[in-house]
């Protein structure tokens, strides 16, 4: 952190983890994992969601509850006036797009809805499902960091919830504002971690060791 | 922007001025603008306040609404989990790092209110207040960038708000994150201008001239 | 009213129509008005139906925005705890009784989305899609009464819209709590109306004295 | 319950109480509670405070978290259309009716903060404080039942909370409208219980059996 930043104050709290956890996977839907898409193409993302993928195996057989959102709109009336041109033009009720990577999609376990906004949070039912099972402590994956795990993480803390984002299960487009948005989050939101501590966390302690072989 | 930002299609959409504008004021406390607290000594946070003031004489002048937050809490019992210290341990109902900064402070024209979380919208009564004015297009104003400022901005946004940011307008700890932060929402929520460019748009032309001066 | 409301200052006001309305429908499904399911034989209900495709038919030629909204749950995961056998038992995605009845459903015009609480406002998109048609003022129609209508009702208030309810728009299981929903609204909180009036209101002469008729 | 309403499945499962409460106590103001204020004169409401006096003991002593709220303004232009005149006169922020009755109020141990709207949950900080303290059940009090108790119960329902209304601890200007109001929410989303049996709950049985006597 730098001088001023350290010298105000800044990030000068660990955050513990707490009693109920559960995971956040947004918009690992096809717009961003799968090449046939015009932001299909995102390395970065696509190691997130292999990463993603081995957290949501321990999570779901601890049963850890998981909630997995997608941003779709019924038309260009009810979105938000997005600078994204495939947003504009694709993210549409039903658009193939808008369907979950199924590398972290599980119907069974998950809960899968729709956002219409960057936060996982922002108007949709996230908080009923968390307070239902009690969550204190939310880990947050998908894509991409700087903009809708962004929003996610601020409107996580901001609902009074502990949060961890393991940085290798979030991806962008460059590896730069990655790397800026997690500084960010860390100096007064959040606590960057990777996938393999918070396997171990959850209980999957070989499983914790294969993720931190990557 | 970034080679691989534009390939993916961000920033490609202009967004245009609206035919009712607020201007919000994130965070003007004394907390981030008086050296007597520990968070306030900031200069790019200085010259915002004044830069603000300007904007905000012409907008008054012109029946522009104008919506000024402070950040408070109860106690520590109601309060997100804050890395930053002096929010922590200062930001409390009545606490005189809670009172706006008289540069901007204007008791009779503005609406004054308390928030709890980083955005000026979460959880307040904002959104009733431009509701009932039918505005469209927000104007946001305040501190820091890469905290209260980037929420904000997100959540504006997310309401279907155009948003417009004047980066002399916001301040930071430190130069590097404010440009992190306006690179990151320029690419997808909002037009970033300056004070300069929001004056001669509220029809004050020869303030517009002066505030150009800085 | 009674004396001890009128006592004490309540529908001491009366609320003017404002500049840009929008029609809201509040679960309009099959639900509630097709008798192939266990809510579906609701007269009041069905009654509301019709006079509510009248007043959407002049709303629609005059470009009034129209939100239609149906009740909806992934699973018993994300419901809050309705004491309702049919919510519980059968409302989810996809399923039939999620249908928007065909009498009020227009896919082209109307923004049509799921909700998941008694209020078309409770974490949905619908200030996103009200804020960007500057809508000031909102004709709530829909089912029931007692219910989701009421809880639609005091949330357009909170928000700060112009709130007018066509008592022949809305519906219950049975005329008392209809009746009592009203008396309390119309003290408080919104104009008690008709569909002919409402019809009037947006231009539809004709329209209107036709809605008069029944 | 009604034969139709019996008949379409409302009032069909009991509603358990969960593994950490909290009180909720809505809008005991001295706007409602002194005979002062113009609503101030409602024996209804005396006696709800007495009873929510004796629960709030208890609840202090066994640790329960308290949240208390009053409604109040920055000025007109941030307020929804109250149809209720001393609304719109005399609830400003530091006006003394906003102030938390005597027999209520506990600075040091209760939450005490404002609300803008008719329910306890539209845009205040409750969830924060909320989840922070992993509630799951809320025993709601305050008044008056037809107004701001229907607004906090429908939204206590909708965030997933599990609700229960002690009809001793809530009060209304007359009787008719507090018994159809507790109607309405026993249908569909909450138990109507009384303070005794709530503060034999909370491990008060002396007091809970002093509470009965009235």
Redesign the interface.
Known sequence: M?E??KA????????EFG??AAILVVDFQLAFTDTAF??GD?PLVDKAVDQTSKLLDVARSAGV?VASCYTA???P??????????V?EEFFYGHPCTEIDPRVHDAEHD????K????IF????L????????V?TVIVTGCVT??CI??SV??A???????FVPEDCVGD??E??HH??L??M????AEITDAAAMIRRLGGVEAGARAARG
């Open positions: 730098s001023n930043y105000a104050g800044y990030g000068s709290f660990d955050i009693q109920q015009p932001m995102l509850p709109y019924n038309s009336k009810d979105m938000p006036l997005w600078k994204v041109a495939a504009r809960f899968v809805f729709c219409n906004a960057p936060s922002f108007n949709t039912p908080t009923t499902f968390l307070i239902k099972h009690r204190d700087s903009g962004r929003a601020i409107d803390f901001s609902h009074g919830y502990r949060v487009v460059d730069r504002p800026d948005n500084r960010d860390a100096r007064r939101y």
